[in-house]
């Protein structure tokens, strides 16, 4: 796979950065550079044409075949001015050399061996070193006292704007800058105190007392920011040591005093470092600013640090972070709006809501609370918040079903990602008494009637969605992620959840994700977010008339499918370059600014006017909406986004408009061990069986195993006949098929699949049919039928009578296919690659949607 990344320096313009180029670089080092050039050209004014690339600053050995070089120089003159082949030449020009490196492993060396060098080798007097890499910009620089020429060094606070005198001065609030990787920085840190000999339990302990006094002097000159902060690199401005470690036990006693009320553990009020450690410690610390670091910046540290510090894995709690900020963007908050989550886990869903909402107003996190019923939980939201700068934290230990009373009718947002599944219930009476959920209901033509049993047990992902509702105010907001089984499953007590909720709440819009999304957390479901606003008073869905969104979310900015959930990041299509944006930050891989953008655009904005309320809208997206009817109308209350999508919809009237079939029509469905005409069939247990899994079944072709009856599996289910046709019945088989043709006597198929034959009267679109079943039209439809929130999601046979199958007119198509077709029916070859190539061909022109990218994508 590619490593190259595609980056855009003020000097040289668009770079691609080989794995390896000619001077040695690796990709990450060229980032760094264009990086810190940027930095001169954008923030301190310095000339772009004054800037020389790899200049040569020393040459040594035999005729000067050796050279030492810069990374780059900043000239005082116009590089094209001078000859800047000449080292003498440039030097005398030279009023900046920096030296650039892709990591901090080394840099004291780089720092001793590289750049104070370059200064020496200088010619000017005013000539500034300047150090880059992933955690450290340190200036350096050179000054006469008492006859002795002395360097030294400061943050890149100090780097003066263009033409200007360097001077050291204390850091300001606004000197300080988030960091590219708190990881890095805090690797770096604990090297430090590695090095001064404190074991790995007792640095992580230090390093909580870092943060926390880091982030109380942060927050105390956050609205001055132009006053000096409380940290400074103490060494930079010739504070002495122990003065330096009485100043910060200071802040750090005010900072335990605020915090330790919110955390787990007691915190010493003192640091137990030396003043040169804690110099040394803080030159890398204080410079950098936490509390407006991005999210996935302080996520990553985040989960490493409270892994090591707590010895907590954080996975059971998380949601990706590019899904809770999705989830929170469309939920919109307000000011002054109060937003909850019941069952808050790491805090994910309120950290992106308290990010969101001190855009318009610093004091958000006082209208941000958190639930869980988890002491472990608690507190890693605590750190969590603390971590992205809440200077106060409205989390609570509690169980939420358990008091719900307590808070109803409160908040203007609910927020929640609920534990759910079948094995997650509740089955205290006290608790299930307080919920409709928790109480029997019957369904009838007059809507739902709730009895006056209690359910021996509910599922605690329908009692939190009942949570969201009744403490949400009257026309407050809801986004809930819920499993696929809730929305879509026949089964009594899902339907009359919907009917239930469909009474409760007009429904937004609805956004899928793909499968495995949540695996990180141990999910192993298809899941979709519900986008709900709560009804001043119940009334029946029969009467409501609005419409609702509908998004198929195919790309998460993260791997699906595996437990690290490592971020993706957008790619160059033509060489697999990384592509950079102008701030020079790797570009998340998602579906979700287009996906709010289409929202935003949908006729759902008509009904829903919260879903743009202080937005500007985005020129150039096409939204996508449904009538609640259509969801009414159905007689299961099906809100399983999949069948509603655009995707599905346009390929299902888009077949319509021409000539079609539908498959409930030309075939006959054939019960499980039942012949063709009806009658019951019984394994004989010494007779010899082909038995077909599901495994064994491709696409028209199928492989077959020899057992005895009395070793059938359980799951063998059809007794094939000549002119059988299978097809896979759940959501991962959805395109598996096959067609017994003559010689197949004695096969046993799985029940993983559908039987079916084509009706007598429809012989003559058997073609039709089974080149129909080898297009991703056919898997596209099948698929989006499925109800269920895992691979064995199944496809019924009432829903798969619905699938429309367009007619071939074209008679030179259907001639060629005629032939695979009589070989099918005769045992023989398979009809998929000619099907394929017809297609690829343009011979059958169809309406053909795009494939799947990936096989964890719904539809």
Not at 183 to 201: G, K, Y
Not at 324 to 341: M, S, Y
Request: aromatic content about 10%; glycine content about 6%.
């Amino acid at each position: 796979m590619s490593t190259k990344l595609t980056l855009k320096c003020p000097v040289r313009g668009i770079l691609k950065a080989s794995k390896k180029s000619k001077d040695g670089l690796t990709p990450t080092e060229e980032y760094y550079r264009v990086e810190a050039i940027k930095y001169l050209v954008e923030e301190l004014d310095y000339p772009v044409d004054h800037i020389k690339i790899e200049p040569v600053v020393k040459k040594f050995g035999n005729g000067g075949r050796n050279s030492f070089r810069s990374d780059f120089a900043v000239l005082d003159v116009p590089i094209d001015s001078i000859d800047t082949n000449d080292v003498d030449t440039l030097l005398s020009h030279a009023i900046l050399l920096c030296e650039v490196k892709r990591d901090n492993a080394k840099s004291d060396y780089v720092k001793h061996t590289q750049v104070q060098p370059m200064l020496d080798f200088s010619k000017r007097d005013d000539c500034i070193g300047l150090y880059w890499d992933n955690v450290e910009q340190r200036v350096f620089w050179q000054e006469i006292e008492g006859g002795t020429r002395g360097t030294l060094e400061g943050p890149l606070s100090f780097l003066p704007e263009y033409g200007i005198q360097i001077k050291t001065k204390p850091l300001t609030f606004a000197d300080t800058a988030p960091s590219d990787s708190l990881l890095d920085v805090f690797e770096r840190i604990e090297n430090i105190l590695h090095q001064a000999s404190f074991d790995h339990e007792k640095r992580y302990e230090i390093i909580l007392q870092l943060l926390l006094a880091k982030i109380f002097d942060e927050h105390a000159h956050a609205t001055r920011p132009d006053t000096e902060v409380g940290i400074q690199d103490y060494s930079a401005i010739g504070t002495p040591s122990n003065t330096a470690l009485n100043k910060f036990n200071k802040i750090l006693a005010k900072a335990v005093t605020f915090y330790e009320k919110h955390l787990p553990n007691p915190i010493e009020s003192s640091i137990p470092v030396s003043g040169d450690t804690l110099l040394d410690v803080l030159r890398i610390l204080a410079p950098v600013r936490i509390t407006h670091s991005k999210r996935d910046i302080v996520q990553t540290f985040y989960m490493k640090f409270a892994k090591h510090m707590y010895k907590w894995d954080l996975a059971q709690f998380f949601t990706p972070t590019e899904v809770t900020d999705f989830i929170v963007k469309l939920a919109n908050p307000q000011f002054g709006e109060h937003v909850c989550d019941p069952a808050c886990g790491s805090a994910d869903f309120l950290v992106a809501a308290f990010h969101i909402g001190r855009e318009f107003n610093p004091g958000y996190a006082d209208c941000v609370w958190g639930v869980d019923n988890s002491a472990n939980a608690v507190q890693v939201s605590v750190l969590n918040m603390v971590l992205n700068g809440d200077g106060k934290t409205n989390i609570q230990k509690a169980d939420s079903l358990e008091t719900v009373e307590d808070s109803l009718s409160r908040y203007d947002i609910m927020l929640c990602n609920p534990p759910f599944g079948k094995k997650i219930i509740e089955k205290r009476k006290s608790v299930l008494r307080h919920f409709d959920l928790g109480y029997e209901w019957s369904l009838s033509e007059n809507g739902l009637q709730k009895s006056s049993k209690l359910l021996d047990s509910q599922e605690s992902g329908l009692l939190f969605v009942e949570v969201c509702l009744k403490q949400a105010r009257p026309n407050g907001r809801i986004g809930i992620i819920l499993p696929n089984g809730y929305l879509g499953n026949r089964s009594h007590r899902y339907q009359v959840f919907r009917e239930w909720l469909l009474t409760h709440a007009r429904l937004a819009g609805i956004c899928s994700f793909p499968r495995f999304t949540f695996k990180a957390s141990g999910a192993d479901v298809s899941a979709s977010v519900l986008f709900l606003e709560k009804k001043s008073k119940p009334s029946s869905p029969a009467d409501d008339d609005y419409q609702f969104f509908v998004e198929m979310i195919e790309k998460v900015g993260c791997e699906a499918g595996n437990k690290k959930a490592a971020p993706t990041y957008v790619r160059n299509p033509d060489d697999g370059s990384f592509i950079v944006d102008d701030d020079g930050d790797y570009i998340v891989d998602s579906d979700f600014e287009a996906a709010i953008n289409r929202i935003r655009a949908s006729g759902a904005t008509e009904c829903f006017d919260w879903l743009t309320e202080g937005q500007s809208p985005a020129d150039g997206f096409e939204g996508w909406s449904i009538d609640i009817k259509e969801v009414y109308s159905d007689p299961d209350l099906t809100i399983d986004p999949k069948r509603y999508s655009r995707k599905v919809r346009h390929l299902r009237d888009g077949i319509a408009k021409h000539d079609h079939l539908v498959l409930g029509d030309i075939v006959d469905f054939i019960d499980e061990k039942k012949t063709s005409g009806g009658a019951a069939v019984r394994t004989v247990p010494s007779r010899d069986y082909f038995y077909v899994e599901l495994s064994d079944i491709g696409f028209g072709d199928f492989n077959s195993n020899k057992l005895k009856g009395w070793e059938l599996p359980s799951r063998a289910r059809h007794f094939a006949e000549s002119g059988d046709i299978y097809f896979g019945s759940i959501w991962g088989s959805a395109v598996k098929w096959c067609f017994i043709g003559q010689g197949y006597d004695s096969h046993v198929v799985t029940n993983g699949c559908h039987r079916c034959r084509i009706k007598p009267e429809f012989e003559h679109h058997l073609i039709d049919l089974l080149a129909y079943m080898n297009t991703e039209g056919w898997g596209v439809q099948m698929r989006s039928f499925a109800r269920g929130s895992d691979g064995l999601a199944e496809i019924s046979r009432d829903d798969a009578k619905k699938v429309i199958i367009p007619i071939i007119r074209n008679d030179s198509v259907r001639k060629e296919l005629d032939g695979y077709v009589e070989n099918l029916k005769r045992g023989r070859v398979t009809i998929k690659s000619a099907v394929s190539g017809l297609i690829e061909s343009g011979d059958w022109q169809i309406d053909e949607p795009e494939k799947r990218p990936s096989h964890i994508v719904l539809v």
